[in-house]
């Protein structure tokens, strides 16, 4: 089978792998890079399990090519730990029990991160709306917006620790 060529960014490492044409993104980072915190659920783009983000953006992994992700910049839930520290919206799902089960919980970490950078202070009405992508099968998403509503505070602290020591 032929494969092409593709360079691009992995959790702020850069990458070169091989890949088949009409590989999904999300095989591709299960099976030839063995990075399996990303979760295929329906596999049709519906429940949002497998959501990583490309370039900042949160993706679908199971409805992109690997190929496309030539030259981008890609963050899995691996990605977001700082070594063994939890990132900050990691720690506020553990904290809030918003990890459930955890099926859903790569998928939410993603769009969490994503809303996160663009609006710090979101309302639970954004929250909500950030999340509305991905399903949760635990039917818990209370815990889900209390946790990214801790996290933008967490994420506010660290904000302004960072100010006062400059």
Same mark, same amino acid.
Do not use: Y
């Given at each position: 089978m032929q494969k092409t060529e593709i360079s691009?960014?992995?959790?702020?490492?850069p990458r070169t792998a091989e890949t088949p044409p009409r590989m999904l993104l999300s095989d591709f980072l299960r099976h030839? $890079? #063995?990075?399996?915190?990303?979760?295929?659920?329906? &596999? =049709?783009g519906v429940c949002g399990a497998c959501t990583v983000l490309v370039d900042g953006a949160s993706v679908r992994s199971c409805l992109t090519f690997a190929v496309q992700i030539?030259?981008?910049?890609?963050?899995?839930?691996?990605?977001?730990?700082?070594?063994?520290? $939890? #990132?900050?919206?990691?720690?506020?799902?553990?904290? &809030? =029990?918003?990890?459930?089960?955890?099926?859903?919980?790569?998928?939410?970490?993603?769009?969490?991160?994503?809303?996160?950078d663009h609006n710090p202070n979101p309302t639970d009405?954004?929250?909500?709306?950030?999340?509305?992508?991905?399903?949760?099968?635990?039917t818990g998403y209370t815990q889900i917006v209390a946790?990214?509503?801790s996290a933008a505070l967490k994420l506010q602290a660290e904000t302004e620790t960072a100010v006062a020591a400059e």
């Open positions: 691009f960014t992995l959790n702020g490492k030839e $890079l #063995s990075m399996t915190g990303t979760h295929v659920g329906c &596999e =049709h030539d030259g981008a910049e890609l963050t899995t839930v691996e990605g977001m730990a700082d070594g063994g520290t $939890l #990132s900050a919206v990691q720690s506020a799902f553990w904290e &809030e =029990h918003g990890l459930q089960c955890g099926f859903c919980t790569p998928g939410m970490l993603a769009v969490a991160k994503e809303l996160l009405d954004q929250i909500l709306e950030a999340i509305a992508g991905n399903l949760c099968r635990c946790a990214v509503r």
